[in-house]
């Protein structure tokens, strides 16, 4: 238990583990392995993989400022994507090779001087199944590991906490100065790992904080990650991102949003903050609603993201 986390937290971290699924299996040797490289525009772009798992390689690209080496680490950034039902994007969008250019958030951050690392989640790009494609193969993903007493946001977490491992490994990265960005999905995985991954300082995540009670008031359909079943028991969503704290943690959102209906989101940036408060950091949370804004990265969101990495990490806003 963090030094500043209440006796109250401690059991709802312990409440959330049991219904995520129970403890992650140990970690192991990464084994990353590099499939070729790119000059970029300040950086180096990196097709590499490594194992979650023992039997499972993740895919990832991994974008190293020119700057960064061995006697001048930089900060690093994980990149989750998004979902948007593209699932042969993956890690590739954010890595700036395709999809929106909005979200070509790794490579806008490797300019600025961050490590960063773009993993695929599971199910998307070259982590799908040849015989069950796009939603199909997710759901099935989702079933199995229910039924093994588990959840996909398990999954999720194991996976991003690997991705964790492997840049804390690499010599040009200063694993003191470690984030995590995402959008949408990502956003969601953003605070899912939060409460587990103490190595990441600081936290970014945008437009995605559905609540249960929104999803249940708005016949809301959304992507298997964010459902952690039994969770309703001993909270909602805004509980789970709260065990964030005492961490860095920045959430956008857009009033016209559909996919985190913006009365509920009011309320759960408040529930946030009073945990924050209650963890002995209330400066730690911040929020930011953009009004007529829909599911997108605005410039003001974006912008709000790369001052909260440069505050927190020590890394370069523009």
């Known amino acids: ?32 392995e590099e499939q070729g490289s790119e000059a970029c525009d300040g950086y180096t772009l990196r097709r590499v993989s490594y194992l979650a ?4 390689r ?17 900060p690093a950034v994980a990149v989750w994507h998004q979902h948007n039902g593209q699932y042969e994007l993956g890690g590739s969008e954010p890595a ?10 790794g490579a806008a951050l490797a300019r600025l001087g961050y490590v960063v690392l773009c993993p695929d989640a599971l199910c998307f790009g070259e982590r799908r199944d040849d015989g069950l494609h796009g ?8 079933l199995r590991y229910v039924v093994r007493g588990k959840s996909l946001a398990w999954k999720s977490i194991l996976d991003m906490r690997r991705a ?27 605070w899912l790992v939060g409460p587990w991954e103490p190595r990441l300082k600081c936290l970014v995540g945008n437009c995605c904080l559905p609540t249960y009670a929104a999803i249940e008031r708005t016949h809301l359909l959304h992507c298997f990650p964010n459902f ?11 509980e789970i991102a709260a065990l964030t704290a005492p961490r860095a943690l920045h959430l956008n959102f857009g009033t016209d949003d559909s996919g985190s209906p913006i009365p509920e989101v009011r309320e759960a940036v408040e529930a946030i903050a009073a945990r924050y408060a209650e963890a002995g950091a209330p400066d730690a949370f ?33």
Request: proline share 9%.
């Open 164 to 190: 964790v491992d492997l840049l804390c490994g690499l010599p040009e990265v200063d694993a003191a100065r470690l984030g995590c960005y995402g959008h949408s999905m990502g956003s969601t995985h953003t």
């Open 53 to 56: 798992e023992p039997d499972e």
């Open 96 to 105: 700036g090779l395709s999809g929106d250019p909005m979200h070509h958030t």
């Open 228 to 238: 952690v079943p039994g969770w309703m028991e001993h909270g909602d969503t805004p």
């Open 135 to 142: 939603g199909d193969f997710e759901r099935f993903e989702f």
């Open 1 to 32: 238990m963090a030094a500043t986390e209440r006796p109250d937290a401690e059991a709802r971290r312990a409440a959330l583990l049991r219904c995520l699924g129970g403890p992650w299996p140990a970690g192991g040797p990464l084994e990353m």
């Open 286 to 318: 911040t929020w930011y609603v953009e009004e007529g804004a829909g599911h997108v990265l605005s410039e003001e969101m974006w912008r709000r993201a790369r001052l909260c990495f440069a505050h927190h990490l020590g890394g370069r806003a523009e």
């Open 58 to 74: 993740v895919p990832a690209y991994l974008l190293t400022p020119d700057a960064a080496t061995p006697e001048a680490p930089a």
